[in-house]
């Protein structure tokens, strides 16, 4: 573990308030809105679309039906013309298809008063069935749809009577050390984050729901309250330092989960179902106010960004027009990085559309930044000895890299990986470790299928 004083450039950020982004004259509404999944357009070239409209619903991985069942939909941002469908390039890098609309027309829902409908009611189908029809996403860890991961877990319930259901856990920090966004909603929208809590643990029925926070950064609500929607769910607040880093990932929230209901005399558990603020404030508006995810609170930080802050912004924005609305760069860039600069994503093209995955956007000048240019590995050791799980970076790299086929034990061993990003923030020669093993995970689960 490693102090996030070390390896943090924007920690002491903290914003009271967001600002509204102008709406996309242009949206580019990718199909691919998370990790796993493409969706196939309802719409086509010439055909008008509404404000919130469904425009994709079922997904296109072909192979992967089975386990698509509550996909994400996409809707569209703004009214208006479906202009074309084409390759664009995604925040993840890849070129996939996407819907250009142009605006036109009248907004549907934008700019007035959204009835809040009493949801504790509603029954867990229908909840499971009206998330994926909102398009929300779990952007805990690896971005998938909501209602399919919960999908998942009432199908174990119902094939095994001796299945214990997890209980429910929700992040509200963020696991990036540079990014606020889950910090900002957690303080800002807290009792829509602890009602969209109560609406998830509704529907997994668990008799356990755990806020997980900074020290004394965040309050639960009074009894009454826990009481009208949490009935006899028992809702606890663990507070943990998070002043080290990996923090946020699974594995440490759920070690530090396990450990805190072991010290509660609760030990049932093996797993849990973890979740973080944006994903609860998204089923909230999706269950409580009918709105479909059709925006994003995206922190812009950075030297070379005239105005930094966090804005809330329609999906299909380009990161080139939200530049332009910071007021554009004070110098030419040297790195524009969503995600957080340990594990983030380097982006080169700025006509990349907004998706539901991206959380903050990094724009870097060269000031206090090494050479980025990547040489041949030295041998330091600082990658093995940095990984928390005593791994060894830059073997799996050069054996991906050799002629031979990838060793087996390797194949074993990232697994391991919990995607930190630390290798490749300490690596002084900027080998992209740890893209190297994500490569390779992903060849490791194509052989599984
Ligand atoms: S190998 Fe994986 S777990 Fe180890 S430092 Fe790199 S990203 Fe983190
Ligand atoms: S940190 Fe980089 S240079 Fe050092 S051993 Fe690891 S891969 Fe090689």
């Known amino acids: 573990m490693v102090s996030i004083k070390e390896i943090s450039k924007f920690q002491d950020k903290k914003y009271t308030n967001h600002s509204i982004a102008f709406f996309p004259s242009l949206a580019v509404v990718s199909l691919t809105q998370d990790s796993k999944n493409q969706m196939e357009p309802t719409v086509e070239k010439g055909d008008y679309v509404q404000e919130g409209q469904i425009i994709a619903r079922n997904c296109l991985n072909l192979s992967d039906k089975e386990n698509c069942k509550f996909p994400a939909f996409i809707h569209s941002p703004v009214p208006g013309k ?63 749809s909501l209602a399919n991961q919960l999908n998942e877990i009432i199908k174990q319930k119902e094939k095994n009577i001796n299945f214990i259901t997890p209980p429910l856990v929700i992040r509200l920090f963020d696991n990036d050390p540079d990014t606020v966004i889950d910090k900002y909603i957690s303080d800002n929208f807290a009792k829509e984050v602890f009602e969209g809590a109560a609406i998830l643990a509704g529907i997994l029925e668990t008799k356990d729901i755990i806020f997980i926070s900074d020290k004394n950064s965040w309050n639960l609500p009074d009894e009454a309250e826990i009481k009208k929607y949490l009935k006899d769910i028992k809702v606890h607040l663990l507070e943990t330092n998070i002043d080290f880093y990996p923090r946020g990932q699974y594995k440490y929230i759920k070690q530090k989960t396990l450990q805190y209901l072991k010290s509660k005399e609760i030990n049932k558990y093996s797993e849990i179902f973890a979740v973080d603020s944006p994903t609860c404030l998204d089923s909230y508006n999706a269950i409580a106010k009918s709105y479909p995810a059709i925006d994003k609170f995206i922190q812009i930080e950075g030297d070379d960004i005239a105005t930094s802050g966090i804005f809330k912004i329609r999906i299909g924005t380009t990161f080139r027009s939200i530049f332009e609305e910071c007021g554009g760069f004070i110098k030419e860039p040297a790195k524009i990085i969503i995600n957080g600069l340990i594990s983030g994503i380097a982006i080169s093209d700025l006509d990349t559309p907004i998706t539901k995955y991206v959380k903050s956007i990094f724009v870097l000048s060269s000031r206090g930044f090494p050479d980025q240019r990547q040489t041949s590995c030295v041998r330091c050791g600082r990658c093995h000895n940095i990984c928390p799980e005593n791994l060894h970076p830059e073997k799996i790299y050069s054996n991906y890299y050799s002629d031979t086929p990838v060793k087996e034990y390797i194949l074993n061993t990232i697994n391991l ?27 490791n689960d194509e052989q599984k299928l």
């Open 417 to 443: 990986c919990t995607e930190c990003g630390l290798c490749n923030a300490i690596c002084p020669s900027r080998i992209p470790l740890y893209q190297t093993i994500n490569l390779i995970k992903g060849i």
């Open 82 to 144: 479906v202009l074309d469908i084409y390759n664009v390039i995604n925040p993840n890098g890849k070129k996939l298809p996407a819907i250009l609309i142009k605006m036109e027309g009248v907004f549907s829902f934008s700019g007035k008063k959204r009835e809040t409908l009493n949801w504790t009611y509603s029954q867990g189908n229908s909840r499971i069935k009206t998330l994926s029809q909102m398009g929300v996403i779990n952007t805990f860890e690896k971005s998938v």
